[in-house]
């Protein structure tokens, strides 16, 4: 079973950037998985970010974060990015990590991204 382990959330101001890294652990990742970075708010629903089968053919942005945030992945390490630039208030999240193959949805447990102004 793979397992999946986010990190690179922390504090930042309006404008600035990180980068959340997501290693997959215990497992093979194929090129037919999808995996994706979602983010919950205080308050809301879980949404969709971004996500990419991991072979790279086919990829989704959510409207808001298109332009600022970008997907990507290191296959020799199974670890999946998300580069977030000019980040806003209304970015501030748990972001969790998700792979699903077929049947399976399997979720990290988070990393919180708090953007200060």
């Known amino acids: 079973q793979v397992q999946l382990v986010e990190s690179g959330g922390g504090l930042v101001h309006t404008g600035g950037s990180l980068r959340l890294s997501c290693v997959a652990s215990?497992?093979?990742?194929?090129?037919?998985?999808?995996m994706g970075w979602y983010r919950q708010a205080p308050g809301n629903q879980r949404e969709l970010v971004a996500r990419f089968t991991f072979d790279g053919k086919i990829k989704n942005y959510v409207d808001s974060v298109k332009g600022r945030f970008t997907i990507s992945r290191d296959n020799t390490t199974s670890t999946v990015f998300l580069e977030m630039n000019s980040l806003k208030l209304e970015d501030t999240a748990v972001y969790y990590c998700?792979?699903?193959?077929?049947?399976?949805?399997?979720w990290g447990k988070g990393t919180l991204v708090t953007v200060s102004s």
């Open positions: 998700n792979l699903r193959r077929g049947a399976d949805n399997i």
């Open positions: 215990s497992g093979i990742i194929f090129n037919s998985d999808t």
